[in-house]
């Protein structure tokens, strides 16, 4: 069974920069985009919204693109090794929002798109980026 998660890249345009989060410890302490599993019934568009809000509070947005990216890997969740598929959104706000981080989230940053990777170099992020700078 494959679990299905979007991951969401929010870019702002005022500030011409990608929200990243630090998640807890617990969670992993990696700095990632706004990611979460896609609820059954759920479109991939409104799973990445209400993630959206969730973990950050950004309910208002300009645009919402699909991403070509997806990745599969097999990750260790609840004690069970699990196989998951993360698909891919790029969120466009036109201003920097006052940001509500979810209990699963210590920091957050507005990164410049070279930036990134220093955060996370994880291989897949980087590629998504690279989208992300053709299209903004």
Not at 78 to 90: Q, S, V
């Amino acid at each position: 069974m494959i679990r299905e998660n979007v991951q969401v890249y929010i870019y702002s345009q005022e500030y011409k920069k990608v929200l990243m989060l630090k998640r807890t410890e617990e969670r992993s302490g990696y700095w990632q985009p706004v990611c979460g599993g896609i609820e059954a019934g759920e479109t991939l568009n409104e799973a990445g919204v209400r993630e959206v809000y969730e973990e950050t509070g950004i309910k208002e947005y300009k645009e919402l693109i699909r991403l070509a990216n997806e990745y599969e890997y097999h990750e260790p969740k609840n004690g069970i090794k699990m196989h998951m598929r993360d698909r891919c959104l790029l969120m466009i706000i036109e201003r920097n929002a006052e940001i509500r981080l979810s209990e699963e989230h210590v920091e957050y940053r507005w990164c410049c798109l070279s930036e990134v990777s220093r955060l996370n170099d994880w291989m897949p992020m980087v590629d998504c980026i690279s989208l992300i700078r053709e299209i903004v």
